[in-house]
């Protein structure tokens, strides 16, 4: 009696190969961890490889209408993953390229093949690699940045402990504000002391709950975080620049000199906290 046998179909690109039966993605004959949607694009990128998959395709074929989540996020994920599988890169594609507004194409030449496996009673092992180690798979770069991307637990907590700085200065300063107002006395007016310290107990009011918001934000892992944080990044800006003066406030104690170097590194804060924001939700710029 013959031995029952199956088609399985495979579509090859440079050491990649995709079964396609099997639900697989290998790289020289090593399986690589894509599964779920990021395969399923993938796989859908392949079938039509050389032509543009608009996003509101992959949404008909792979979200179906009474599926309730954020599409854009849930696809933008999906095309990093598959980047990371591949080693590719957004700004400089081998194999998966961004067209703006439009979707996506694979632009790399493939090879698909019929062929016949094994006995389905004797399968073939296939090597199985947890996933693409640094020396073999070269890491994706940002976008926009042009870096490699970090670890987003990395960002997400160096992000994190920036907002909590800030709130303990709001917290400290305003349980310290007769003591502000006794030091701004010593070299201004009654009434720009009086200023000063108003300006701090205001400021500070309104930057608890922002960083309180941020830190919840962040902690959580709001997947919208990076679009919000950039049509908020104007106002924190001038927060943070307005608290940057603080350290001359403690100039007699400390000097010069180091108030000078705290208020410059404050100055420089914010748009290290914006790189964070890029760099953690990155796939925010591809919707733009």
Known sequence: ??????????????????????????????KLRLQGQPFQVLALLLERAGEVVTREELQQKLWPADTFVDFDHSLNTAINKVREALGDSASNPRFVETLARRGYRFIAPIQNDATVSAPASLPVPVPVHASPGPATTPRSLHPELHVPIPRRTITRGLFGLTQVMYLAFYVAALFRIHAIQTIADSFLPIWGATALAGAVMITAGVGIPLRCYLISAVGFDYQRLGEKFRQIFPFVLALDQLWAIAPFLLMQKIGLGPAFAASAALLYLPF?????????????????
């Open 272 to 288: 290290s906290e914006r790189t964070l924001i890029r760099m953690a939700y990155f796939w925010a710029s591809e919707r733009h």
């Open 1 to 30: 009696m013959a031995v029952p046998q199956k088609n399985t179909r495979i579509a090859r690109f440079g050491v990649f190969e995709v079964d396609y039966s099997a639900g697989e993605l290998r790289k020289s004959g090593f």
